[in-house]
T-cell receptor, first 110, second 115 residues
Framework: DQQVKQNSPSLSVQEGRISILNCDYT??????FLWYKKYPAEGPTFLIS?????DKNEDGRFTVFLNKSAKHLSLHIVPSQPGDSAVYFC?????????FGAGTTVTVRA | GAGVSQSPSNKVTEKGKDVELRCDPI?????LYWYRQSLGQGLEFLIY????????KSGLPSDRFSAERTGGSVSTLTIQRTQQEDSAVYLC?????????????FGPGTRLTVT
């Protein structure tokens, strides 16, 4: 039972443009949300997070938006850079457990 | 400082054999997790250790899977009588625990292939 879904397996964006990654969840008990970034042959690395009491969190080029009523969150990367090419995982937390989406592969074109 | 390390990085085994995967968490991290990522899937929670508390084993897919954490540090995930469906990347993560539990630091994973 997939509680966290990333419906776009891949995204291609031109360098300098905005990348928008989407994530939907079903469990209303989730109270914290995270995005992780993964390069090949490496483990995921924490990117940015947001508490359920907020609707936006910004860190440099990365902004996460949370729409609790729609059970939807998104990650905006602007401007996109070649080093952003990676797999991005959305994760949602309930107590100490994280539930992950299947990931979106982002390719930034020069 | 040193991150989470896992060994081996790759393991090929024959169906029916037992395997042991090792995880060295970040020093001082009290929480340790094991996840599994099968091809095209997200990370699947397997087991969680927090300090001296009883582990949460609710994610282990069968009784062929077990894990230990000795001395609150190193952890070993054991898969007995491996099956082809066990082929996946096994990831270990650690965190400070408490309110910082959500921000987990991952190792590079062990890619297990069962032939």
């Amino acid at each position: 039972d997939q509680q966290v879904k990333q419906n776009s397996p891949s995204l291609s964006v031109q360098e300098g443009r905005i990348s928008i990654l989407n994530c939907d969840y079903t469990n209303s008990m989730f109270d914290y949300f995270l995005w992780y970034k993964k390069y090949p042959a490496e483990g995921p690395t924490f990117l940015i997070s947001i508490s359920s009491i907020k609707d936006k969190n910004e860190d440099g080029r990365f902004t996460v938006f949370l729409n609790k009523s729609a059970k939807h969150l998104s990650l905006h990367i602007v401007p996109s850079q070649p080093g952003d090419s990676a797999v991005y995982f959305c994760a949602a937390a309930n107590d100490y457990k994280l539930s992950f989406g299947a990931g979106t592969t982002v390719t930034v074109r020069a | 400082g040193a991150g989470v390390s896992q060994s081996p990085s790759n393991k090929v085994t024959e169906k029916g054999k037992d395997v042991e995967l090792r995880c060295d968490p970040i020093s001082g991290h009290t929480a340790l997790y094991w996840y599994r990522q099968s091809l095209g899937q997200g990370l699947e929670f397997l087991i969680y250790f927090q300090g001296n508390s009883a582990p949460d084993k609710s994610g282990l897919p069968s009784d062929r899977f077990s894990a230990e954490r000795t001395g609150g540090s190193v952890s070993t995930l054991t898969i007995q009588r491996t099956q082809q469906e066990d082929s996946a990347v096994y990831l270990c993560a650690s965190s400070l625990g408490g309110q910082s539990t959500y921000e987990q630091y991952f190792g590079p994973g062990t890619r297990l292939t069962v032939t």
